[in-house]
């Protein structure tokens, strides 16, 4: 079983940039396909963006797509997701898990995109 754990949230100006961190541990990285999911208030829970580890294979939903790139740094056992040119239906908490997700859920970290 992967441990993952979510950093890197804050409050962003409409139009910045930011970029979150998925630290793994606990099994081997490289078994996994890594995802971003967001739960915006009031909604539910979506993925936007997965990352085949072994072979680097990404994946976009179209609401980010352009704006968002997931990338992994095998060595640090960390996924990252940079979003760019962020507006206020960005903010949301994020959270990452395995992909498909698995059935433990960390605590996320909140973005909130707001002047």
Known sequence: ?????????????????????????????????????????????EGISCITISNGDTYYVPSVKGRFTISADNGKNTVYL??????????????????PPGNNWGQGTQVTVSS
Request: overall charge negative; hydrophobic content about 35%; some cysteine.
């Open 1 to 45: 079983e992967v441990q993952l754990v979510e950093s890197g949230g804050g409050l962003v100006q409409p139009g910045g940039s930011l970029r979150l961190s998925c630290a793994a541990s606990g099994a081997t990285f490289d078994d996994y396909a890594i995802a971003w999911f967001r739960q915006a208030p009031g909604k539910e829970r």
């Open 82 to 99: 940079h979003g760019s040119n962020l507006g206020p239906e960005d903010t949301a908490v994020y959270y990452c898990n395995v992909y």
